[in-house]
């Protein structure tokens, strides 16, 4: 359905002779497939919501492409065309409607702009559906302003939608990090009932346990690089690069208190060698690393399982 290609975003900061640039996202490859949920995580500032952006052509790569059925998007002129396809959902679900509409005259304004061919009594028979679909009852929100609803509910509301558009593709990009977690699962509920009609769902979370819970396949995440990819239960049971090892370490346990094993990397062939170019981003923190792992490439190391990493 949507796939990314040596997908590269670079950033330039400063002036004339002072000029720096930041790879924030370095030759990233991955496929969604029709009813797929693909879950990139990885820490803050490791490239996840750049990503998402350019797939929804809000920033544009600066190499690669991202191949809509074989159709590279940014070569797709119509916008209303792509967006009638691609949609986003985003961390705060405020800032994605107009304030000053109710909701029913938001949907009413998604019909007059992507289904004009449906009649009115038609339509308002669909949303009365597919809200009851995410878990809400039109007669609690379809006559309220955005403020008077929850945050759970705009978000269900955004999922909604997306199901009345029939979109094929939807970037979900951190759409529980504001919510309780008893409105969490809701929210999840509902995205699944995208999956259910095929749409590829890139679902951007810090999370480990709601990308377990949702998602099918998993791209792990290092400054901007793959480090790891593929079956969600193979990564999940065998993650073999040390990242997703401390990153699922990290997940905490009910049964037991938190605690943590500073990685010392004062050893100086470490603190030198992170300045070297062509070595692997991940070495100034990696337990088994030393001065000779270069720049690694994505290996198979089992069945639909990727791990870049040169030890392995």
């Known amino acids: 359905m949507i796939k990314a290609k040596n997908l590269t975003k670079v950033f330039n900061s400063g002036f ?19 009813g797929e949920i693909l879950a990139l995580v990885g820490e803050s500032g490791s490239g996840k919501s750049t990503i998402g952006k350019m797939m929804l052509k809000l920033l544009k790569p600066s190499g690669g492409q991202i191949l809509l059925k074989d159709k590279d998007i940014f070569s797709i002129s119509n916008n209303k065309e792509f967006y009638s396809k691609v949609q986003g959902i985003f961390q705060d679900p405020y800032s994605s409607f107009n304030p000053i509409f109710k909701v029913n005259r938001i949907f009413k304004l998604v019909r007059q702009s992507f289904k004009k061919e449906v009649p009115a009594s038609e339509w308002n028979d669909r949303v009365e559906n597919v809200l009851k679909k995410v878990g809400l009852n039109a007669g609690d929100v379809l006559n309220k302003y955005i403020h008077q609803l929850s945050g759970g509910q705009l978000q269900r509301l955004l999922i909604a939608r997306a199901l009345l558009m029939d979109v094929e593709v939807l970037v979900a990009d951190e759409i529980t990090s504001m919510l309780d977690a008893s409105t969490r699962v809701d929210v999840l509920e509902a995205l699944l009932s995208l999956k259910e009609i095929g749409a ?15 998602s099918d396949k ?3 995440l290092y400054r901007g690089s793959v480090v790891e990819m593929g079956s969600i239960e193979k990564v999940f049971s065998n993650p073999r690069h040390p990242y997703t090892q401390m990153l699922l370490d990290s997940i905490p346990q009910l049964d037991r208190k938190w605690e943590t094993d500073r990685i010392d990397i004062e050893d100086s062939d470490k603190k030198q060698a992170i300045w070297k170019e062509g070595l692997c981003k991940y070495i100034d923190r990696c337990p088994i690393a030393d001065t000779s792992c270069f720049k690694p ?9 990727y791990v870049a990493c040169v030890k392995l």
Not at 19 to 33: P, Q
């Open 297 to 305: 490439t994505l290996k198979l190391v089992e069945e639909d399982h």
């Open 218 to 220: 998993i791209v792990v």
């Open 200 to 214: 590829a769902i890139m679902f951007i979370t810090h999370d480990l346990s709601q990308a377990y819970y949702i």
């Open 16 to 34: 004339l002779f002072s000029k720096n640039t930041i790879t924030a996202v370095d030759e990233v490859n991955f496929e969604i497939g029709r």
